[in-house]
């Protein structure tokens, strides 16, 4: 039964979001119950160091947790990828690795993030493209900017859908507004 488990599992691919992809890492690693490898790794005793039955135990079941997280790391990762972050010895310092690389110093996310705001800023409805596919790229983004710290209320989002819709959209855009504004009249 667990084998079968274990044959389902997914590793999430490593597609250049950063983010995304150590969100969903973290998640199937704490499942596991080997996130703590990842926060705080584990210290190999200092050569010549004696240890007694239960340590050498302990260490060698803490080193095969590590290889087996390394595993998924090395499957989640592109060879390309992982060849310049290949010299690491344990998972924490791979995963270290992906972090500083992919999701960059506080300089390079506030670039992402001025980036993200602009895209935000200029989103608006394409000719052909329904009310549900614009709030999905209109709520990607915003949660993009989310994951980048950016506080977006989900006010701050339906304004901006209702703004920007196409203009064969007023009238639903008025009905929604005249419900609006007689709720806050009400309450």
Same mark, same amino acid.
């Given at each position: 039964m667990a084998a079968e488990r274990e044959m389902t599992l997914s590793i999430p691919k490593f597609d250049g979001d950063y983010e995304h992809w150590a969100m969903l890492m973290e998640n199937l690693l704490r499942s596991k119950e080997w996130w703590s490898l990842i926060e705080e790794g584990f210290a190999e005793p200092a050569r010549g160091t004696v240890l007694n039955g239960q340590q050498r135990s302990e260490l060698a079941e803490l080193k095969l947790k590590d290889l087996k997280v390394k595993n998924y790391l090395f499957a989640a990762i592109d060879k390309t990828i992982l060849k310049q972050i290949l010299q690491k010895n344990s998972s924490k310092e791979l995963w270290d690795s992906m972090k500083a690389k992919f999701q960059g110093n506080e300089r390079v996310q506030s670039a992402q993030l001025q980036r993200m705001r602009r895209e935000f800023e200029i989103?608006?409805?394409?000719?052909?493209?329904?009310?549900?596919?614009?709030?999905?790229?209109?709520?990607?983004?915003?949660?993009?900017?989310?994951?980048?710290?950016?506080?977006?209320?989900? #006010?701050?989002?339906?304004?901006?859908?209702?703004?920007?819709?196409?203009?064969?959209? +007023?009238?639903?855009?008025?009905?929604?507004?005249?419900?609006?504004?007689? +709720?806050?009249?009400? #309450?």
């Open positions: 989103l608006e409805m394409k000719n052909g493209e329904s009310v549900t596919e614009y709030f999905s790229r209109v709520m990607t983004v915003a949660n993009d900017m989310r994951n980048l710290g950016e506080e977006m209320p989900e #006010s701050k989002v339906v304004e901006k859908v209702l703004r920007t819709l196409s203009d064969r959209f +007023t009238y639903i855009v008025c009905a929604i507004e005249e419900k609006l504004i007689s +709720t806050r009249f009400i #309450s």
